[in-house]
């Protein structure tokens, strides 16, 4: 097995086990690397072309919805599966849903893995 897997391995028992189960991952990281150039480093998008992620009703809603539109992708938006495993998923949602003035439920690996 590749040395890559053995450490997702290890982040996945980290993420079952713990208790801060993205420690190590940085959502903001995650989210200047692969949203940002469409949502934009602010979260306001580019108006009547990427959305605002800032106030957003899908955001602040359930963490699951927003798993689903990273792993299916959405009209114009790209599927993130495959890109980012379900632990990076995870830690760039929480990000997203409490960046700005977003405020919402952390979501884990599992529950992203799990759909
Ligand atoms: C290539 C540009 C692009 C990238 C990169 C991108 N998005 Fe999107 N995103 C879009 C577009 C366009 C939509 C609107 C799609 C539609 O409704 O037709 C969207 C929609 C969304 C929605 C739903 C918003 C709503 O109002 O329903 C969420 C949540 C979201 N993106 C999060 C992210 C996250 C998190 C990332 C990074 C992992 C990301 N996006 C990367 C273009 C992008």
């Known amino acids: 097995m590749p040395r890559s897997c053995l450490l997702l391995n290890a982040a996945f028992l980290a993420a079952c086990a713990g208790p801060d189960p ?4 940085d959502g903001q990281r995650l989210f200047f690397d692969n949203c940002a150039e469409c949502h934009q480093a602010d979260g306001q998008g580019i108006p009547n072309v990427y959305p605002a992620l ?3 009703e899908t955001v602040a809603g359930s963490g699951a919805d927003v798993a689903l539109v990273l792993i299916i992708g959405r009209g114009e938006m790209p599927s ?3 890109a980012l495993d379900p632990a990076e998923m995870a830690a760039v949602i929480n990000y997203v849903r409490n960046a700005w003035s977003n405020s ?3 979501v884990s690996a599992a529950e992203v893995d799990a759909l």
Do not use: C
């Open 22 to 25: 993205l420690a190590g991952l």
């Open 54 to 56: 800032d106030g957003n």
């Open 80 to 82: 993130f599966r495959g």
């Open 104 to 106: 919402g439920a952390p």
